[in-house]
């Protein structure tokens, strides 16, 4: 039988773990309903491009669904002789476990928080998943970038715009502890804000990300040594919300357990409106025109 997961609900700040990602301290007045992000974890978001969350949805929903997905790699937990690759890659599943836990009460007020009530997709499912697994071989694919969303008749590849056509924000769900060595996404906090000067010039068709991602790198902007280099770790049910634009790169595995994690995006409603008549920005937006220096 398949368990019935309750929503998780918002945690309050002296429950949260700090993690290898820097957040800021809060307090909160005694008794009073508070949300999911504080004011300054909003901000640290605008600034930063992610906020982390820990214990988002149940870690007994998040070990049943690794389960499910160490049976579809078809590959035996208990035998690391069986795993011959760096890196594999699992498609989207839907069904309750999966749905269990991207709809969760504590993510969705955290993407009215930080897209907007109403202008967000709910999901029905999660993927892709990049499972990797301690091995000599370099992986593959541990180059810095931002993500493409969409496709563009006669171009290839995917592409990204200055609107984020097609994704709200990237989001990386956690199935497995996933210490420093256990292959935790990388990112360079602020990263997000060095993007939207190279896309401006593109308009609403946009660029392809890799011609993106070629712009910043020959700017010294893809890499930046002036971005801080921060470690996606945590444990089972945790989840980072990011930026679209934040740039991050996957590396390889040192540690001993394979890392388990979803990162799908976020769907909007429309494409991230930078001219609001009524000054209702959504902090995605925000970060946007700091990004292009651009008063709100």
């Not at 429950?15 to 957040?23: E, K, L, W, Y």
């Not at 999911?36 to 998040?62: C, K, N, Q, S």
């Not at 697994?133 to 006669?154: L, Q, R, T």
């Not at 715009?161 to 996404?185: I, K």
Request: one cysteine or more.
């Amino acid at each position: 039988m398949t368990a019935v997961y309750a929503s998780a609900t918002a945690l309050p700040a002296h429950r949260r773990r700090p993690g290898r990602i820097t957040r800021l301290p809060c307090s909160r007045p005694p008794g009073k309903i508070a949300s999911v992000l504080t004011a300054r974890e909003v901000e640290r978001f605008i600034a930063d491009g992610y906020v982390y969350l820990p214990e988002a949805f149940p870690r007994a929903l998040a070990d049943e669904c690794r389960g499910f997905l160490w049976r579809e790699t078809g590959l035996d937990p208990g035998e690391p002789a069986t795993w011959t690759k760096p890196v594999i890659r699992l498609d989207g599943y839907g069904g309750s476990l999966f749905n269990a836990a991207v709809n969760t009460t504590a993510l969705h007020e955290a993407f009215d928080q930080l897209v907007g009530p109403g202008r967000w997709v709910p999901r029905t499912g999660l993927g892709t998943f990049p499972i990797r697994f301690p091995h000599p071989d370099d992986p593959g694919d541990a180059g810095w970038h931002m993500e493409g969303s969409y496709c563009v008749e006669g171009e290839r590849g995917y592409q990204l715009n200055l609107r984020s056509r097609a994704r709200a924000l990237l989001m990386l769900f956690l199935f497995s502890e996933v210490g420093p060595d256990d292959a935790p996404t990388r990112i360079k906090a602020g990263s997000h804000l060095d993007v939207p000067p190279f896309l401006e010039a593109a308009g609403d068709r946009g660029m392809g990300f890799g011609a993106a991602c070629a712009a910043m790198d020959a700017a010294g902007k893809l890499d930046s040594p002036d971005r801080e280099l921060a470690l996606a770790t945590g444990r089972p049910g945790d989840v980072y919300l990011c930026h679209p634009f934040l740039i991050h790169s996957a590396q390889k595995h040192r540690g001993r357990e394979p890392r388990f994690m979803a990162q799908p995006p976020l769907d909007p409603v429309a494409p991230l409106e930078l001219r609001r008549a009524d000054g209702a920005y959504s902090p995605v937006e925000l970060a946007v025109l700091r990004g292009l220096g651009t008063p709100a």
